[in-house]
C-alpha cells in the first residue's frame, strides 16, 4: 500500500445517530463556578472507566449525554442568549479537567465550541438567537473537518467541498475527514466553498438526507474521539444555515486563537493524567532499584528529582495556558469594533507560547511515566500507554515546530500571524 491510500479499508459506517436531547433535562449554568462544578461532577464519572474505554473503543454515547444534560454546551452562549457566557480562563479549566479524566472522551466536545465562536463572530442577529437556542436546549455540535490529502486538497484549507445553488435550491457535496464529534453531533458544521468561490460554513444537520457519517477513525490514541469521515452526497441546505465564514479572514477576531486554546488545554490534561498515574504507580508498585539502597520507589533520589522536573514543566505549561486564556479574556472585554490586527496577533502568540509548552508537557509525561514507573506499568491490563498514545496522535493535530516559527517571526520580524482555526 502506498502512503497516499487510506490506511482503513474499512467503511464500518454506524447505524446510531445521536438521539434528540430532552431539555428539560438540560441545566442551565449560570456562571464560572457553576460550569468548573459540573466538569469536576463529570470527571468524576468519566475518569471510572477511561482505561477500558480506549482498551475497547467503546464509544462514549451515555457518556456525552451527560454531558449534554450537565449544561456544559451552553456555557459559552452570550448572556444576551441566555447562556453563562464563562471566561476563557474557566472554559480552558473545564478542558483541562474533563481530559485529565479521558483524555478522548475530553477532546470531543473541542469543535462544539470552536464552532460557536464562529457563530458568535459571524453569524447574523438571527442566526444567532436560533442556533444559541438550540445549543441552551442541549442540542451538540460536531465538525466535518478538513479533507484527506490530495492534488485538490494540498493542505487542510483547501479542498473540493462545493456549497452550489441549484434549481431546487441550495446543495452541498464533499468528502471530510478529521470529523472530530461528528457522529455524535445533532448538528455538523462543514467548510465548503460557494458559487463565488467564498468559504462558508453550513450548519448541517445530522438527520439532513445524503449525510453519511462513517466511523472509520483507526488512530493509535484519542481512539474513541470518532474523527473519521463525513460525506455529503448533493445534501439540501437551508440558507440560514449558511455562515460567512470568508469574512472572518477579512476581519480581525478571536476564533483562531480561541479553537487553538482548547487544543493545549487538551495537552495539558494528557499531561496532568500522565503524571498523576505515574504518581500512583511508583508509590502503589514500583520496586527500588538495586543498587539505590533504597527499601521504596519514592525514596530512589533519581526518581524523586525527575518527578520534580515532570512537576516545574506541569505547572509551568499550566501557568502560560491560563495566561494565554487571561489574554483572550482582556481582548474579548474589549469595545465592539475595536479589536484590531495587533491585538488578534497578540492572541496568536500567546495561545502558541502555551501550546508549545503543553506539547512538550504531555509528551515528557507520558514517556517518562514508563522510566519511572518501570517494566511491570507496561502490562496490557493497565494500559498506561494510552496516555503516550493520546498525547503523541493528539500533538500532531497542529505541528509544534509552526507555533515557536510563527512566535520567532512575531518577536523578531513583527510578521503578524495568518488568521485562521489553527494560529
Not at 448533493?234 to 487553538?260: I, N, T
Not at 495556558?321 to 495587533?342: K, N
Amino acid at each position: 500500500m502506498s502512503v497516499t491510500e487510506n490506511a482503513t479499508t474499512g467503511s464500518d459506517t454506524s447505524t446510531r445517530r445521536p438521539e434528540p436531547i430532552d431539555p428539560s433535562r438540560v441545566a442551565r449554568l449560570r456562571g464560572d463556578q457553576e460550569a468548573i462544578d459540573a466538569a469536576h461532577r463529570l470527571a468524576e464519572r468519566f475518569s471510572r472507566d477511561a482505561a477500558e474505554r480506549d482498551r475497547s473503543r467503546r464509544l462514549p454515547w451515555d457518556e456525552l449525554a451527560l454531558w449534554s444534560e450537565s449544561g456544559l454546551g451552553a456555557i459559552t452562549v452570550p448572556r444576551e442568549h441566555g447562556g453563562a457566557d464563562v471566561s476563557f480562563v474557566t472554559l480552558v479549566e473545564t478542558f483541562v479537567i474533563l481530559c485529565a479524566a479521558d483524555a478522548a472522551l475530553g477532546q470531543i466536545p473541542q469543535n462544539h465550541y470552536g464552532v460557536l465562536r464562529v457563530l458568535r463572530e459571524a453569524g447574523s442577529a438571527a442566526q444567532q438567537r436560533r442556533l444559541f437556542g438550540e445549543v441552551l436546549a442541549g442540542v451538540r455540535l460536531g465538525n466535518a473537518g478538513p479533507e484527506r490529502k490530495s492534488p485538490q486538497a494540498s493542505t487542510i484549507l483547501h479542498g473540493t467541498t462545493r456549497l452550489r445553488r441549484t434549481p431546487s435550491g441550495l446543495r452541498l457535496s464533499g468528502r471530510r475527514f478529521y470529523s472530530t464529534g461528528a457522529l455524535f453531533a445533532h448538528r455538523i458544521p462543514a467548510r465548503a466553498l460557494d458559487d463565488d468561490g467564498r468559504a462558508v460554513q453550513v450548519w448541517v444537520p445530522h438527520e439532513a438526507p445524503g449525510v453519511r457519517v462513517i466511523d472509520d477513525w483507526r488512530a493509535i490514541g484519542q481512539r474513541i474521539t470518532a474523527s473519521g469521515s463525513v460525506h455529503f452526497d448533493d445534501v439540501p441546505v437551508d440558507a440560514d444555515d449558511v455562515l460567512p465564514l470568508w469574512q472572518l479572514a477579512d476581519r480581525p477576531g478571536l476564533y483562531g486563537p480561541a479553537s487553538q486554546l482548547l487544543q493545549a488545554a487538551i495537552d495539558q490534561g494528557i499531561a496532568q493524567a500522565a503524571i498523576e498515574d505515574t504518581l500512583r504507580f511508583v508509590r502503589e508498585r514500583a520496586r527500588p532499584w538495586m543498587d539505590s539502597n533504597v527499601a521504596r520507589a519514592v525514596d530512589d533520589p533519581y526518581i524523586i528529582a525527575d518527578v520534580g522536573r515532570l512537576t516545574v514543566g506541569l505547572h509551568a505549561a499550566h501557568a502560560v495556558l491560563i495566561e494565554a486564556a487571561e489574554a483572550l479574556d482582556q481582548l474579548h472585554r474589549l469595545p465592539a469594533g475595536t479589536l484590531d490586527a495587533e491585538h488578534s496577533a497578540r492572541a496568536s502568540v500567546a495561545v502558541a507560547e502555551a501550546k508549545v509548552l503543553t506539547t512538550r508537557a504531555a509528551l515528557d509525561a507520558s514517556e517518562k511515566l514508563f522510566e519511572l514507573a518501570g517494566s511491570a506499568a507496561t502490562r496490557a491490563p493497565f494500559n498506561l500507554d494510552r496516555h503516550w498514545r493520546n498525547a503523541r496522535t493528539h500533538t500532531l493535530h497542529d505541528p509544534v515546530r509552526w507555533k515557536t516559527h510563527l512566535l520567532g517571526n512575531y518577536r523578531l520580524n513583527h510578521v503578524l500571524p495568518a488568521r485562521h482555526s489553527w494560529n
